[in-house]
């Protein structure tokens, strides 16, 4: 098997090459206040087909496959800021097989940052996460982060998974390379608590072998111990496995961001029983691959090898066309032997007692660069010119994104002295959209207002199986005559909204803004046949314009349509009491008034700005190119108007709304013009994002 092959197969763990290892267990610490894994029990949620999660007491019960395309973990949604002054997560685990897993926490509107820790068979283990301990991850889908570091207040999630699913995620071959053996596993966890005090440094060096789990993900292995085993003069890693033609031994190490920045070589203290011909492999964040040779002797003693990085060479799946490693960007170690292919088939034990470097920085102390261009709170922005109009300045991470990175369609409005906003949020039983409250002092970070359902925090009505709103979309919020007025559309799902046509408005009503009513569960605002919503209807907005609310809309038609009316157009309806509508005859706008956009617009608000003019904000449609976000004003909700020709929110290069942000509800707020939008990442991830603009927004 050539030395490429190898490089292909471990890049099916490539998502665990953005963790750091867990190190030393220290002293017990006290839990922080305000948040208890025992009255979180009940939200725990698992994903995959045919997991299991039993509870007992505090203990939790996970049972799952490990095969060929499938992955299955725990998730829990962690209330914003329930964990603020965290300094630790801590628990217990046991398996019924030596197993590596991976913990990763999530930031609202920041990072996923990931630690994984190595579980022996059978006993109980205690584990001790620090904040250093985690690693921020930098692939080209992971959310951004602002200033480089772990925000425990700013935590919304908390997710396990066996290591080993990454690669079973790929296929049976690599599978069977790997050493993982297809079937049932279970994995136990106990006296779980976030850390209110920190319980004392990190194990200082690179080789996390102080403490209960290894600071290694491994693959390949029957047998995984910890301590001083065998020529182990110390804690160490001690693995044993067999040595067959079609089967790699595999230890692969994460490193932070630039931990061996300035470093000249590497030293690892290893002994083996047989010989043995280990290919080290240094990994980089661009995706420049390097390599060479390390020959173990026979005997079990332990021994010194120090590898200089000048010595290595590019491997041939390497991504870059550099020859050699720059110690900055290596991301990950591997350690790797392809048995019977380089060194003798049959059993083997391998003892790994250290590893260090010359003239670099312990991986500790490797921290992630903050993000080029900070805003004054530390947020990376980019700034959009328009000429004529006022330039938008937009956040590159997300404002708020739920625990599934599903979260969309927002509608923003001032409450008192604060913020308000309904969005699209994600129920995980029924897989499908639903709706939510969430309230913020700033706009910039969110927590779901409580609303009585347990089971999806923030819901504020139940989507209805079989019905015409099974699936809940677009809301928007709108305040008038002493009510709270709830618009959303709604379809019998059959795979999201383009396969489930039609879809129509429904409303709900409230007093107070959190407990809603349906004064009647048939729609408010059907479809009409043959007409430009003959199709299906979608992101109602509203206005008082002349005593008298108006509904902008977006209307679907792609078959009898009338002349011009294919594609998206947006029409409008009025009403005098929010319940009963009458369509305005002729469109507002269609596709024709927007050259620049291939597929017209949609998810259009209008707004009344504190000029007395009605602003129009919307989703520019380019196919396959993606969205963007434009602009038009008018006297009149119905128009004339006077269209932006250039967009005032751009996609990103990557990122959260690298294929677009789309769905704007702005606010106007003093001197300034506040917009939140949703984006779509190309892993099919959504999240609420922000901009902003100076007022007026056309001199």
Known sequence: MPQARIGGRLRAASFAGALLIATAVAGAADAIDGFDFRREAGRWTVLGEGATLDRSGDRLDFRYRLGPGQTQLLHLPIAAGSVAGAQGLSFQARSGSSVSLVISLEEQGGGRWSSSFTLPKGDWTPVLLRPEDFTLSGGADAPADANGRLDFDRVRSLTLVDAASFIAAGNA??????????????????DAAFLARSPGSAAGGLDGLRGAQAGWLVFGVDEVDFGRRGPLRQNGLQLKYERKIGRAMSLIRPLPAEALRGAQSLTLELASREEAELTVVLEQSDGGKFETKLKLADGGKLRSHTLRLADFKRAGDSKTSAERPEGARVSQLLLVEAAGLFSKRGDNALWLAGLSTAGGAA???????????????????????????????????????????????????????????????????????????????????WTDVPTGDDKLPGRLIKTRPGQWDDAQETPFMFKWRGEYLLYFIGYKDKGGFFASFPAHVGLAVSKDGVRFERPDTEPVLKTTPGGFDGDSISSPSLVEHEGKLVMLYSAYCFSKCPPGGAGVTLLAATSTDGRHWTKHPTPILTKKDFPHAKEGIAEAEVRKGPDGQYYLFYSLLYGDKGHEVGLARAPSPFGPWEINPQPVLRKSAKGFDAIGPIAPTVVFEGERVRMWFHGFGKKRTIDIGYAEAPWPLKP
């Open 363 to 445: 991986v500790a102390d490797g921290k992630a660069s903050p993000p080029a261009r900070p805003a004054a709170d530390g947020a990376a922005t980019v700034t959009v010119e328009s000429p004529g109009w006022s330039a938008w300045t937009k956040r590159i991470e997300p404002v708020h994104s739920g625990p599934y990175s599903a979260v969309g369609d927002p509608t923003v409005w001032q409450e008192g002295e604060g913020l308000r906003m309904v969005y699209n949020c994600f129920d995980i039983e029924r897989k499908r959209g639903a709706i939510c409250l969430a309230s913020s002092s700033d706009g910039l970070r």
């Open 173 to 190: 071959a690599a599978m069977d390379f790997f050493g993982l053996k297809r079937g049932e596993r279970r994995i136990e966890l106990r």
